[in-house]
Protein backbone atom coordinates (compact mmCIF):
# COMPACT_ATOMS: atom_id res chain seq x y z
CA UNK A 1 0.00 0.00 0.00
CA UNK A 2 2.70 2.52 0.90
CA UNK A 3 5.01 1.45 -2.08
CA UNK A 4 1.33 2.33 -4.09
CA UNK A 5 0.32 5.75 -2.02
CA UNK A 6 4.14 6.77 -3.10
CA UNK A 7 4.25 6.17 -6.81
CA UNK A 8 0.69 7.90 -6.79
CA UNK A 9 2.25 11.05 -5.32
CA UNK A 10 5.47 11.18 -7.24
CA UNK A 11 3.50 10.95 -10.29
CA UNK A 12 0.83 13.17 -9.76
CA UNK A 13 3.90 15.69 -8.10
CA UNK A 14 5.58 15.33 -11.79
CA UNK A 15 2.57 16.15 -13.64
CA UNK A 16 1.77 19.78 -11.68
CA UNK A 17 5.37 20.58 -11.99
CA UNK A 18 5.11 20.10 -15.65
CA UNK A 19 2.14 22.12 -15.49
CA UNK A 20 3.60 24.58 -13.59
CA UNK A 21 6.89 25.41 -15.54
CA UNK A 22 5.36 28.07 -17.89
CA UNK A 23 5.07 30.83 -14.77
CA UNK A 24 8.57 29.72 -13.57
CA UNK A 25 10.70 31.97 -15.21
CA UNK A 26 8.18 34.56 -15.46
CA UNK A 27 8.40 34.38 -11.37
CA UNK A 28 12.16 34.43 -11.07
CA UNK A 29 11.99 37.83 -13.33
CA UNK A 30 9.31 39.07 -10.80
CA UNK A 31 11.44 38.33 -7.89
CA UNK A 32 14.36 39.89 -9.59
CA UNK A 33 13.00 43.09 -10.32
CA UNK A 34 10.35 43.48 -7.05
CA UNK A 35 11.64 41.37 -4.40
CA UNK A 36 15.26 40.09 -5.09
CA UNK A 37 15.06 37.50 -1.67
CA UNK A 38 12.00 35.45 -2.41
CA UNK A 39 10.94 32.80 -4.25
CA UNK A 40 12.56 28.85 -4.02
CA UNK A 41 13.08 28.03 -8.04
CA UNK A 42 15.93 25.89 -8.11
CA UNK A 43 17.02 22.89 -5.90
CA UNK A 44 19.83 25.07 -4.00
CA UNK A 45 17.65 28.48 -3.35
CA UNK A 46 16.80 27.45 0.11
CA UNK A 47 20.73 27.30 0.92
CA UNK A 48 21.39 30.71 -1.34
CA UNK A 49 21.34 34.55 -0.02
CA UNK A 50 19.18 35.89 -2.65
CA UNK A 51 20.13 39.88 -3.64
CA UNK A 52 18.56 42.33 -5.33
CA UNK A 53 21.56 42.54 -8.43
CA UNK A 54 18.60 43.97 -10.94
CA UNK A 55 17.35 46.71 -8.45
CA UNK A 56 18.98 50.10 -9.38
CA UNK A 57 15.57 51.70 -8.37
CA UNK A 58 13.55 50.15 -5.41
CA UNK A 59 10.31 52.33 -6.09
CA UNK A 60 8.69 48.62 -6.74
CA UNK A 61 9.51 46.91 -3.93
CA UNK A 62 8.52 50.00 -1.67
CA UNK A 63 5.25 50.10 -3.41
CA UNK A 64 4.79 45.72 -3.13
CA UNK A 65 5.58 46.75 1.11
CA UNK A 66 2.35 49.63 0.79
CA UNK A 67 0.56 47.26 -0.86
CA UNK A 68 0.90 44.17 1.68
CA UNK A 69 0.69 46.53 5.17
CA UNK A 70 -2.46 48.68 3.50
CA UNK A 71 -4.23 45.32 2.91
CA UNK A 72 -3.71 43.53 6.54
CA UNK A 73 -4.63 47.10 7.98
CA UNK A 74 -7.45 47.75 6.19
CA UNK A 75 -8.73 43.96 5.71
CA UNK A 76 -7.64 42.05 8.48
CA UNK A 77 -6.33 44.34 10.74
CA UNK A 78 -4.25 43.05 14.28
CA UNK A 79 -5.45 46.53 15.79
CA UNK A 80 -9.61 45.99 15.51
CA UNK A 81 -12.39 43.50 14.94
CA UNK A 82 -12.25 42.76 10.87
CA UNK A 83 -15.39 40.10 11.36
CA UNK A 84 -18.63 39.31 12.95
CA UNK A 85 -20.60 36.51 12.87
CA UNK A 86 -24.34 36.51 12.57
CA UNK A 87 -27.54 34.26 11.15
CA UNK A 88 -28.85 33.94 7.79
CA UNK A 89 -32.15 35.37 9.79
CA UNK A 90 -31.97 38.59 11.20
CA UNK A 91 -34.42 38.21 13.51
CA UNK A 92 -32.37 35.41 15.32
CA UNK A 93 -29.13 37.08 15.40
CA UNK A 94 -31.33 39.63 17.24
CA UNK A 95 -32.46 36.86 19.57
CA UNK A 96 -31.06 37.84 23.06
CA UNK A 97 -29.09 34.44 23.52
CA UNK A 98 -28.22 33.62 20.60
CA UNK A 99 -26.48 37.63 20.18
CA UNK A 100 -24.48 36.96 23.15
CA UNK A 101 -22.98 33.47 22.16
CA UNK A 102 -22.21 35.24 18.52
CA UNK A 103 -20.30 37.97 20.35
CA UNK A 104 -18.18 35.24 22.74
CA UNK A 105 -17.27 33.47 19.75
CA UNK A 106 -16.15 36.14 17.30
CA UNK A 107 -14.04 37.67 20.50
CA UNK A 108 -12.50 34.13 21.00
CA UNK A 109 -11.67 33.45 17.65
CA UNK A 110 -10.19 37.17 17.18
CA UNK A 111 -8.32 35.98 20.17
CA UNK A 112 -7.11 33.01 19.07
CA UNK A 113 -5.40 34.70 15.73
CA UNK A 114 -4.05 37.42 18.28
CA UNK A 115 -1.99 34.80 20.13
CA UNK A 116 -0.61 32.78 17.50
CA UNK A 117 1.28 33.67 13.64
CA UNK A 118 -1.91 34.47 12.08
CA UNK A 119 -1.60 38.17 10.97
CA UNK A 120 2.90 37.85 10.07
CA UNK A 121 1.65 35.08 7.99
CA UNK A 122 -1.39 37.34 6.19
CA UNK A 123 1.04 40.12 5.91
CA UNK A 124 3.38 37.47 3.82
CA UNK A 125 0.38 36.31 1.66
CA UNK A 126 -1.08 39.58 1.06
CA UNK A 127 3.15 40.57 -0.17
CA UNK A 128 3.59 37.66 -2.68
CA UNK A 129 -0.24 37.92 -3.93
CA UNK A 130 0.62 41.31 -5.11
CA UNK A 131 3.86 40.63 -6.39
CA UNK A 132 3.11 36.68 -8.08
CA UNK A 133 -0.58 36.77 -8.27
CA UNK A 134 -0.82 34.30 -5.32
CA UNK A 135 0.21 32.22 -2.04
CA UNK A 136 -0.77 29.25 -0.78
CA UNK A 137 -1.10 29.40 3.53
CA UNK A 138 -1.36 26.25 6.24
CA UNK A 139 -3.66 26.46 8.91
CA UNK A 140 -2.34 23.79 11.72
CA UNK A 141 -3.77 22.89 14.88
CA UNK A 142 -1.06 23.51 17.18
CA UNK A 143 -1.07 22.04 20.96
CA UNK A 144 0.02 25.90 22.35
CA UNK A 145 -1.71 28.45 20.48
CA UNK A 146 -4.40 26.88 18.66
CA UNK A 147 -3.37 27.60 15.32
CA UNK A 148 0.10 27.38 13.08
CA UNK A 149 0.32 29.17 9.98
CA UNK A 150 2.73 28.33 7.67
CA UNK A 151 3.01 30.54 4.26
CA UNK A 152 4.43 28.43 1.11
CA UNK A 153 6.95 30.91 -0.89
CA UNK A 154 6.75 31.11 -4.92
CA UNK A 155 8.00 28.36 -6.78
CA UNK A 156 8.07 25.54 -3.87
CA UNK A 157 4.34 24.72 -4.77
CA UNK A 158 1.94 23.22 -7.31
CA UNK A 159 -1.40 23.81 -7.19
CA UNK A 160 -4.56 21.96 -8.92
CA UNK A 161 -8.52 22.69 -9.02
CA UNK A 162 -11.63 21.16 -8.73
CA UNK A 163 -15.04 21.22 -11.25
CA UNK A 164 -16.04 24.71 -9.60
CA UNK A 165 -12.54 25.89 -10.21
CA UNK A 166 -11.65 26.21 -6.84
CA UNK A 167 -7.72 25.29 -5.59
CA UNK A 168 -8.04 22.20 -3.64
CA UNK A 169 -5.21 20.83 -4.01
CA UNK A 170 -1.71 21.62 -2.88
CA UNK A 171 1.65 19.79 -3.68
CA UNK A 172 5.24 21.32 -2.01
CA UNK A 173 8.87 20.08 -2.11
CA UNK A 174 11.31 22.13 -0.01
CA UNK A 175 14.58 20.56 2.32
CA UNK A 176 14.69 19.42 5.57
CA UNK A 177 18.02 18.34 7.56
CA UNK A 178 18.56 14.83 8.59
CA UNK A 179 17.92 16.00 12.21
CA UNK A 180 14.36 17.28 11.50
CA UNK A 181 13.38 14.32 9.45
CA UNK A 182 14.18 12.18 12.40
CA UNK A 183 12.60 15.11 14.92
CA UNK A 184 9.28 14.82 12.78
CA UNK A 185 8.41 11.80 11.46
CA UNK A 186 10.72 9.36 13.72
CA UNK A 187 13.90 7.03 12.39
CA UNK A 188 11.79 4.29 11.64
CA UNK A 189 10.13 6.07 8.81
CA UNK A 190 13.02 7.87 7.02
CA UNK A 191 14.98 6.43 4.26
CA UNK A 192 18.15 3.88 5.11
CA UNK A 193 20.61 6.94 4.36
CA UNK A 194 18.87 9.41 5.88
CA UNK A 195 18.81 7.28 9.21
CA UNK A 196 22.90 6.66 8.50
CA UNK A 197 23.60 10.48 8.02
CA UNK A 198 21.93 10.64 11.80
CA UNK A 199 23.85 7.61 13.16
CA UNK A 200 27.29 9.32 12.04
CA UNK A 201 25.89 12.99 13.69
CA UNK A 202 25.68 14.21 10.00
CA UNK A 203 22.71 16.22 11.43
CA UNK A 204 22.68 19.20 9.24
CA UNK A 205 22.89 17.21 5.67
CA UNK A 206 19.56 18.31 3.47
CA UNK A 207 17.28 15.67 2.28
CA UNK A 208 14.26 16.80 -0.29
CA UNK A 209 10.84 16.41 1.03
CA UNK A 210 7.43 15.94 -0.83
CA UNK A 211 4.32 17.01 0.69
CA UNK A 212 1.24 16.45 -0.88
CA UNK A 213 -2.42 17.78 0.43
CA UNK A 214 -5.76 17.07 -1.57
CA UNK A 215 -8.90 15.31 -0.84
CA UNK A 216 -9.35 12.23 0.03
CA UNK A 217 -10.95 10.72 -2.64
CA UNK A 218 -12.42 6.91 -2.31
CA UNK A 219 -12.30 7.39 1.93
CA UNK A 220 -13.95 5.12 3.99
CA UNK A 221 -16.36 7.70 5.55
CA UNK A 222 -17.45 5.34 8.54
CA UNK A 223 -13.60 4.82 9.55
CA UNK A 224 -11.86 6.49 12.42
CA UNK A 225 -8.65 7.04 11.10
CA UNK A 226 -7.06 10.10 10.59
CA UNK A 227 -6.30 8.64 6.91
CA UNK A 228 -9.82 8.28 6.34
CA UNK A 229 -10.69 12.12 7.14
CA UNK A 230 -11.94 14.03 4.06
CA UNK A 231 -8.70 15.57 3.27
CA UNK A 232 -5.22 13.93 2.69
CA UNK A 233 -2.16 14.68 3.79
CA UNK A 234 0.92 12.45 2.59
CA UNK A 235 4.51 13.32 3.36
CA UNK A 236 7.42 11.56 1.56
CA UNK A 237 11.18 11.77 1.06
CA UNK A 238 11.75 12.25 -2.70
CA UNK A 239 14.81 10.39 -3.13
CA UNK A 240 14.29 7.91 -0.40
CA UNK A 241 13.20 4.20 -0.69
CA UNK A 242 10.01 3.26 -2.89
CA UNK A 243 8.56 1.16 -0.10
CA UNK A 244 8.15 4.26 2.33
CA UNK A 245 6.31 7.12 3.09
CA UNK A 246 7.01 9.91 5.84
CA UNK A 247 3.85 10.18 7.06
CA UNK A 248 0.36 9.82 6.05
CA UNK A 249 -2.92 11.55 8.13
CA UNK A 250 -5.86 13.43 7.38
CA UNK A 251 -7.54 17.09 8.29
CA UNK A 252 -11.78 17.42 8.55
CA UNK A 253 -11.30 20.99 6.82
CA UNK A 254 -9.04 21.98 3.56
CA UNK A 255 -5.77 22.87 5.67
CA UNK A 256 -4.48 25.40 3.46
CA UNK A 257 -5.69 28.46 1.74
CA UNK A 258 -4.82 30.27 -1.67
CA UNK A 259 -6.09 33.45 -3.06
CA UNK A 260 -5.58 34.52 -5.78
CA UNK A 261 -5.52 37.79 -7.47
CA UNK A 262 -7.32 37.65 -10.50
CA UNK A 263 -7.48 34.28 -12.80
CA UNK A 264 -8.98 34.36 -16.59
CA UNK A 265 -10.82 30.76 -17.20
CA UNK A 266 -9.31 27.56 -16.57
CA UNK A 267 -6.03 28.99 -15.76
CA UNK A 268 -4.81 27.69 -12.25
CA UNK A 269 -2.58 30.63 -11.13
CA UNK A 270 -2.91 33.59 -11.14
CA UNK A 271 -3.13 35.74 -14.68
CA UNK A 272 -3.59 39.36 -13.39
CA UNK A 273 -2.02 41.40 -10.53
CA UNK A 274 0.24 44.38 -9.32
CA UNK A 275 3.60 42.60 -9.97
CA UNK A 276 3.39 41.20 -13.60
CA UNK A 277 0.79 44.48 -14.90
CA UNK A 278 3.99 46.35 -13.37
CA UNK A 279 6.88 44.70 -15.01
CA UNK A 280 7.53 46.18 -17.90
CA UNK A 281 7.46 49.53 -16.60
CA UNK A 282 9.54 48.43 -13.68
CA UNK A 283 12.29 46.93 -16.54
CA UNK A 284 12.45 50.25 -18.70
CA UNK A 285 12.85 52.01 -15.38
CA UNK A 286 16.08 50.48 -14.43
CA UNK A 287 17.78 51.04 -17.40
CA UNK A 288 16.98 54.81 -17.11
CA UNK A 289 18.04 54.67 -13.81
CA UNK A 290 21.45 53.35 -14.67
CA UNK A 291 21.18 55.68 -17.88
CA UNK A 292 21.22 58.67 -15.29
CA UNK A 293 23.84 57.93 -13.07
CA UNK A 294 26.22 57.69 -16.26
CA UNK A 295 24.71 60.77 -17.12
CA UNK A 296 25.80 62.30 -13.91
CA UNK A 297 29.54 60.13 -14.00
CA UNK A 298 30.14 61.85 -16.95
CA UNK A 299 29.50 65.35 -15.77
CA UNK A 300 31.08 64.29 -12.73
CA UNK A 301 34.15 62.62 -14.44
CA UNK A 302 33.77 62.96 -18.34
CA UNK A 303 35.55 60.66 -20.50
CA UNK A 304 38.69 62.68 -22.38
CA UNK A 305 40.29 63.63 -25.58
CA UNK A 306 43.59 64.30 -26.49
CA UNK A 307 46.40 65.35 -28.97
CA UNK A 308 48.39 61.88 -29.64
CA UNK A 309 51.72 64.23 -28.54
CA UNK A 310 50.44 64.28 -25.07
CA UNK A 311 50.33 60.96 -24.40
CA UNK A 312 53.63 61.53 -22.20
CA UNK A 313 53.30 65.06 -21.19
CA UNK A 314 52.05 64.13 -17.98
CA UNK A 315 48.83 65.57 -18.60
CA UNK A 316 46.72 64.68 -15.37
CA UNK A 317 42.89 63.61 -14.86
CA UNK A 318 43.22 63.67 -11.23
CA UNK A 319 40.45 66.12 -9.66
CA UNK A 320 42.33 69.57 -8.78
CA UNK A 321 45.31 68.75 -10.86
CA UNK A 322 46.15 71.31 -13.70
CA UNK A 323 48.02 69.95 -17.32
CA UNK A 324 49.49 72.75 -19.03
CA UNK A 325 49.12 72.73 -22.58
CA UNK A 326 51.15 75.03 -25.07
CA UNK A 327 49.28 76.99 -27.28
CA UNK A 328 45.61 76.92 -25.97
CA UNK A 329 45.91 80.90 -25.69
CA UNK A 330 46.29 81.53 -29.66
CA UNK A 331 43.09 79.29 -29.52
CA UNK A 332 41.06 81.81 -27.93
CA UNK A 333 40.60 79.84 -25.24
CA UNK A 334 40.83 81.10 -21.51
CA UNK A 335 43.98 80.01 -19.46
CA UNK A 336 42.18 77.46 -17.65
CA UNK A 337 39.57 75.16 -18.27
CA UNK A 338 38.18 71.67 -18.31
CA UNK A 339 39.30 69.28 -21.64
CA UNK A 340 35.59 69.59 -22.87
CA UNK A 341 32.10 69.94 -21.36
CA UNK A 342 28.73 67.43 -20.98
CA UNK A 343 25.34 68.87 -20.48
CA UNK A 344 23.20 65.78 -20.97
CA UNK A 345 18.99 66.44 -20.43
CA UNK A 346 19.61 64.85 -16.97
CA UNK A 347 15.93 66.82 -16.02
CA UNK A 348 14.06 65.29 -18.87
CA UNK A 349 15.36 61.70 -17.67
CA UNK A 350 14.78 62.09 -14.27
CA UNK A 351 10.98 63.45 -15.16
CA UNK A 352 10.78 60.06 -17.05
CA UNK A 353 11.97 58.30 -14.02
CA UNK A 354 9.12 60.08 -11.80
CA UNK A 355 6.42 59.40 -13.89
CA UNK A 356 6.93 55.67 -13.83
CA UNK A 357 7.73 55.81 -10.20
CA UNK A 358 4.48 56.85 -10.34
CA UNK A 359 2.66 54.61 -12.35
CA UNK A 360 4.06 51.38 -10.79
CA UNK A 361 2.53 52.77 -7.49
CA UNK A 362 -0.48 53.71 -8.77
CA UNK A 363 -0.80 49.61 -10.29
CA UNK A 364 0.00 48.95 -6.28
CA UNK A 365 -2.75 50.83 -5.64
CA UNK A 366 -0.08 52.85 -3.22
CA UNK A 367 -2.11 55.91 -3.15
CA UNK A 368 -4.81 54.57 -1.89
CA UNK A 369 -3.01 52.50 0.87
CA UNK A 370 -0.71 54.57 1.78
CA UNK A 371 -4.38 57.20 2.56
CA UNK A 372 -5.59 54.70 5.06
CA UNK A 373 -2.30 53.74 6.84
CA UNK A 374 -1.13 57.63 7.38
CA UNK A 375 -4.70 58.93 8.29
CA UNK A 376 -5.30 59.28 12.11
CA UNK A 377 -6.86 56.00 13.38
CA UNK A 378 -9.25 58.27 15.64
CA UNK A 379 -10.29 60.36 13.06
CA UNK A 380 -10.93 57.67 9.77
CA UNK A 381 -14.00 56.48 9.19
CA UNK A 382 -14.70 54.38 5.76
CA UNK A 383 -17.20 57.09 4.14
CA UNK A 384 -14.36 59.47 3.94
CA UNK A 385 -11.88 56.78 2.46
CA UNK A 386 -14.73 55.57 -0.09
CA UNK A 387 -15.57 59.44 -1.08
CA UNK A 388 -11.35 59.92 -1.44
CA UNK A 389 -10.73 56.73 -3.55
CA UNK A 390 -14.01 55.54 -4.41
CA UNK A 391 -12.71 54.78 -8.33
CA UNK A 392 -9.41 52.56 -6.39
CA UNK A 393 -12.08 50.73 -4.31
CA UNK A 394 -13.87 49.91 -7.28
CA UNK A 395 -11.54 48.62 -8.71
CA UNK A 396 -10.03 46.37 -5.83
CA UNK A 397 -13.99 45.37 -5.46
CA UNK A 398 -12.88 42.16 -7.03
CA UNK A 399 -10.13 41.11 -5.49
CA UNK A 400 -11.36 41.97 -1.93
CA UNK A 401 -14.85 39.56 -3.09
CA UNK A 402 -12.23 37.06 -4.21
CA UNK A 403 -10.32 37.23 -0.98
CA UNK A 404 -13.84 36.80 1.07
CA UNK A 405 -14.32 33.48 -0.83
CA UNK A 406 -10.84 32.15 -1.73
CA UNK A 407 -9.33 33.18 1.70
CA UNK A 408 -10.95 34.67 4.65
CA UNK A 409 -14.51 32.53 4.59
CA UNK A 410 -12.38 29.46 4.60
CA UNK A 411 -9.63 30.58 7.30
CA UNK A 412 -12.72 31.37 9.62
CA UNK A 413 -14.24 27.92 9.03
CA UNK A 414 -11.43 26.03 9.59
CA UNK A 415 -10.19 27.96 13.09
CA UNK A 416 -13.84 27.77 13.92
CA UNK A 417 -13.57 24.29 14.09
CA UNK A 418 -10.48 23.60 15.30
CA UNK A 419 -11.11 26.12 18.29
CA UNK A 420 -14.42 24.30 19.11
CA UNK A 421 -12.72 20.92 18.86
CA UNK A 422 -10.19 22.16 21.21
CA UNK A 423 -13.13 23.30 23.55
CA UNK A 424 -12.33 27.31 23.17
CA UNK A 425 -15.62 27.77 22.25
CA UNK A 426 -18.74 28.29 24.37
CA UNK A 427 -21.68 25.71 23.84
CA UNK A 428 -24.50 27.41 21.28
CA UNK A 429 -28.22 28.26 22.66
CA UNK A 430 -30.96 25.67 21.91
CA UNK A 431 -32.22 28.23 19.23
CA UNK A 432 -28.97 28.17 16.68
CA UNK A 433 -28.46 24.09 16.73
CA UNK A 434 -27.88 23.08 13.20
CA UNK A 435 -28.13 26.87 11.69
CA UNK A 436 -25.17 27.72 9.71
CA UNK A 437 -23.43 31.19 11.02
CA UNK A 438 -22.89 33.62 8.07
CA UNK A 439 -19.53 35.78 8.34
CA UNK A 440 -19.93 39.78 8.07
CA UNK A 441 -16.71 41.72 7.16
CA UNK A 442 -16.25 44.84 9.49
CA UNK A 443 -12.77 45.84 8.18
CA UNK A 444 -12.17 49.49 6.65
CA UNK A 445 -12.15 48.68 3.20
CA UNK A 446 -15.29 46.03 3.67
CA UNK A 447 -17.17 49.37 5.32
CA UNK A 448 -15.51 51.64 2.97
CA UNK A 449 -17.83 49.67 0.57
CA UNK A 450 -20.81 49.75 2.24
CA UNK A 451 -20.39 53.65 3.03
CA UNK A 452 -22.71 54.01 -0.21
CA UNK A 453 -25.03 52.01 1.88
CA UNK A 454 -24.79 54.06 4.89
CA UNK A 455 -25.34 57.33 2.70
CA UNK A 456 -28.55 56.39 0.80
CA UNK A 457 -30.16 55.85 4.63
CA UNK A 458 -29.25 58.85 5.78
CA UNK A 459 -30.45 60.41 2.20
CA UNK A 460 -33.49 58.79 2.79
CA UNK A 461 -34.56 59.35 6.29
CA UNK A 462 -33.36 63.33 5.49
CA UNK A 463 -35.86 63.17 2.93
CA UNK A 464 -38.87 61.95 4.52
CA UNK A 465 -38.43 64.17 7.54
CA UNK A 466 -38.35 67.08 5.11
CA UNK A 467 -41.08 65.13 3.48
CA UNK A 468 -42.99 64.92 6.74
CA UNK A 469 -43.27 68.70 7.30
CA UNK A 470 -45.62 69.02 4.27
CA UNK A 471 -47.42 65.59 4.22
CA UNK A 472 -47.20 64.08 7.98
CA UNK A 473 -48.47 60.61 7.11
CA UNK A 474 -45.23 60.55 4.85
CA UNK A 475 -43.58 59.50 8.04
CA UNK A 476 -44.91 55.73 8.64
CA UNK A 477 -43.01 54.51 5.27
CA UNK A 478 -40.19 55.26 7.18
CA UNK A 479 -38.89 51.94 9.60
CA UNK A 480 -36.14 53.70 11.70
CA UNK A 481 -35.46 50.68 14.09
CA UNK A 482 -34.81 48.61 10.60
CA UNK A 483 -32.81 51.53 9.37
CA UNK A 484 -30.53 51.58 12.51
CA UNK A 485 -30.02 47.89 12.74
CA UNK A 486 -28.90 47.86 8.75
CA UNK A 487 -27.01 51.45 9.40
CA UNK A 488 -25.06 49.78 12.20
CA UNK A 489 -24.48 46.34 10.45
CA UNK A 490 -22.96 48.96 7.37
CA UNK A 491 -20.76 50.65 9.93
CA UNK A 492 -19.50 48.25 11.92
CA UNK A 493 -20.81 48.94 15.39
CA UNK A 494 -20.57 46.37 18.38
CA UNK A 495 -23.60 44.01 18.62
CA UNK A 496 -24.00 45.11 21.98
CA UNK A 497 -24.62 48.44 21.43
CA UNK A 498 -28.13 48.01 19.67
CA UNK A 499 -31.17 46.72 21.10
CA UNK A 500 -33.67 44.04 19.77
CA UNK A 501 -36.58 44.60 18.10
CA UNK A 502 -38.45 43.16 21.40
CA UNK A 503 -36.18 44.96 23.70
CA UNK A 504 -37.05 48.42 21.88
CA UNK A 505 -40.66 47.07 21.93
CA UNK A 506 -40.53 46.76 25.26
CA UNK A 507 -39.05 50.04 26.19
CA UNK A 508 -41.36 51.84 23.48
CA UNK A 509 -44.42 50.15 24.89
CA UNK A 510 -43.50 50.99 28.70
CA UNK A 511 -42.52 54.58 27.47
CA UNK A 512 -45.80 54.90 25.78
CA UNK A 513 -47.48 53.86 29.35
CA UNK A 514 -45.85 56.26 31.53
CA UNK A 515 -46.42 58.72 29.14
CA UNK A 516 -50.59 57.72 29.03
CA UNK A 517 -50.50 57.21 32.58
CA UNK A 518 -48.73 60.83 32.99
CA UNK A 519 -51.28 62.40 30.62
CA UNK A 520 -54.28 60.41 32.69
CA UNK A 521 -52.68 62.26 35.96
CA UNK A 522 -52.87 65.48 34.06
CA UNK A 523 -56.34 65.39 33.38
CA UNK A 524 -57.89 63.97 36.28
CA UNK A 525 -55.66 67.11 38.40
CA UNK A 526 -56.86 69.26 35.81
CA UNK A 527 -60.55 68.13 36.24
CA UNK A 528 -60.34 68.41 40.13
CA UNK A 529 -58.69 71.89 39.83
CA UNK A 530 -61.73 72.91 37.55
CA UNK A 531 -63.93 70.91 39.76
CA UNK A 532 -62.83 73.39 42.78
CA UNK A 533 -62.70 76.52 41.23
CA UNK A 534 -66.67 75.38 40.17
CA UNK A 535 -67.60 75.21 43.86
CA UNK A 536 -66.29 78.25 45.11
CA UNK A 537 -67.78 80.21 42.27
CA UNK A 538 -70.76 82.14 43.14
CA UNK A 539 -74.23 81.23 40.63
CA UNK A 540 -76.45 84.43 40.31
CA UNK A 541 -78.35 85.14 37.20
CA UNK A 542 -76.21 88.07 36.26
CA UNK A 543 -73.26 85.14 35.15
CA UNK A 544 -73.10 82.93 32.75
CA UNK A 545 -72.37 80.20 35.33
CA UNK A 546 -75.65 81.32 36.66
CA UNK A 547 -77.24 81.06 33.29
CA UNK A 548 -75.64 77.45 32.59
CA UNK A 549 -77.06 76.29 35.57
CA UNK A 550 -80.41 77.41 35.51
CA UNK A 551 -80.19 79.94 38.26
CA UNK A 552 -83.06 82.93 38.07
CA UNK A 553 -86.68 83.63 38.93
CA UNK A 554 -88.56 80.16 38.02
Known sequence: MSHELRGEVIKRYSALEMQRSPYIGMWQDLSDYIMGGRGRFLQDDQLKVRRNENLYNEIAKIAANTLASGMQSGITSPARPWFEL???????????????????????????????NFYTAMHSMYLEMGTFGQMPVGIYEDFENVIRCVPYTVG?????????????????????????????????????????????????????VIHACEPNIGRDPASPLSKEMPWRSVYIEKNGDAEKILLQTGFEERPFICPRWEIAGEDVYATAYPGLNSIGTNKSLQIEEIDKQIAIEKMHN???????????????????????????????????????EVNPRIAELTQDIKEKEARIQRH????????????????????????????????????????????LDPIIDRVFAIANRAGILP?????????????????????????????????????????????????HKF????????????????????????????????????????NQAAMAAEAANTAATLSKA?????????????????
Open 156 to 208: SYCLATNGKREVDTLYREYKMTVRQMVDRFGKDNVSRSVRQCYEKKQYDEFVP
Open 479 to 518: DAMQAIDEYAKAKGAPPKVIRTDAEAQELLSAESQQAAAA
Open 86 to 116: TTPDPELAEYGSVKTWLDQVQKRLLLVFARS
Open 427 to 475: PPPPEIEGVDLRVEYISVLAQAQKAVATASIESTASFTMQLSNVFPEAR
Open 302 to 340: PPLIADAILENSGVTTSPGDISYIAGMASQGKPGMASVY
Open 364 to 407: FYADLFMMITEMDRAQITATEIAERKEEKLLMLGSVLERLNNEA
Open 538 to 554: EISEDNALGALAGAGPQ
